[in-house]
């Protein structure tokens, strides 16, 4: 069942992709949700329904998460659910018409067992299936190598760092300086699937939702990365939550700074 919905999706995101590619040429919808940094377009919305009308069309009993609403309301992940961000890094997406993603996982029962990243400005395609590796377009991703703080590039947004609502800068301050270099990239999608490839060491954030990361989970853990929230706890990918993401070996050494 999963080779068949792979190939299925290999297609569909691809399309997608397509589609956001042409829409580059036309006049987007802009609008802002919760806050006026946090947008979306009418491009957003269209990719959403367009992976919704073929996942209903092919499996009808599966569910659908998706993050601008067209899917399911679900309180618990029991059965086949697609958590779909039709776009991660909407801002990016219109300031810069590049580092953002399409971001797909396919879980049963709450287990990740498809993941899919795609790159739709460098036309990269990121995807892992549980149990048999992660790629990039089609290329095998190597097993991810231990590492330590002093030789890493660590992604993480500025917020964190200074003044705000969530964390005490001083908690994540020490990693700035301790590490080789950071680095923010405006998607947390991508920024896990640079993990995947070996492009950036670490990522970590204060709260995502579930469609932020399911696909990114998928593959990260498929080289052998580790995954949970800030504090070194498992996902709940029902609830929006603190994420931490990174290398192994380097995952202890930055939980030991953090809870220090
Ligand atoms: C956002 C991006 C961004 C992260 C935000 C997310 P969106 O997703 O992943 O990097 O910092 O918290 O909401 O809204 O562009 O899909
Ligand atoms: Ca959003
Ligand atoms: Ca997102
Ligand atoms: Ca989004």
Same mark, same amino acid.
């Given at each position: 069942m999963w080779n068949e919905i792979d190939q299925h999706m290999q297609h569909w995101i691809r399309e997608a992709g397509e589609r956001i590619r042409d829409a580059f040429q036309t006049k987007l919808k802009i609008e802002t949700k919760s806050?006026?940094?946090?947008l979306v377009t009418n491009v957003d919305r269209e990719i959403e329904q367009f992976f919704i009308e073929r996942i209903r069309r092919t499996y009808p009993t599966h569910r659908i998460l998706g993050e601008e609403g067209l899917g399911d309301t679900l309180e618990a992940l029991d059965g086949v659910v697609w958590i779909i961000d039709?776009?991660?890094?909407t801002m990016n997406f219109v300031h810069?018409? /590049?580092h953002f993603a399409i971001s797909v996982g396919v879980f049963q029962d709450g287990v990740g067992m498809l993941g899919y990243i795609y790159d739709v400005a460098f036309d990269e395609l990121y995807y892992a299936q549980k149990g048999k590796g992660a790629f990039l377009n089609g290329t095998p991703l190597p097993p991810l190598e231990k590492t330590t703080l002093d030789r890493s590039i660590i992604s993480l947004n500025a917020t964190w760092v200074?003044?705000?609502? /969530?964390?005490?800068?001083?908690?994540?301050a020490p990693l700035v300086k301790k590490a080789r270099g950071t680095r923010s990239y405006g998607s947390a999608a991508l920024e896990m699937a640079y993990i995947a490839a070996g492009k950036l060491d670490a990522y970590m954030t204060l709260r995502l939702s579930p469609w932020d990361i399911a696909g990114g989970m998928v593959i990260v853990q498929e080289v052998g990365g580790v995954v949970t929230n800030l504090y070194g706890e498992p996902l709940n990918m029902i609830e929006k939550s603190s994420v931490f993401v990174s290398k192994p070996g380097l995952h202890e050494e930055i939980l030991a700074i953090i809870q220090r």
């Open positions: 806050s006026p940094s946090d039709p776009i991660d890094g810069q018409q /590049r200074t003044e705000n609502r /969530r964390i005490d800068p001083n908690v994540l």
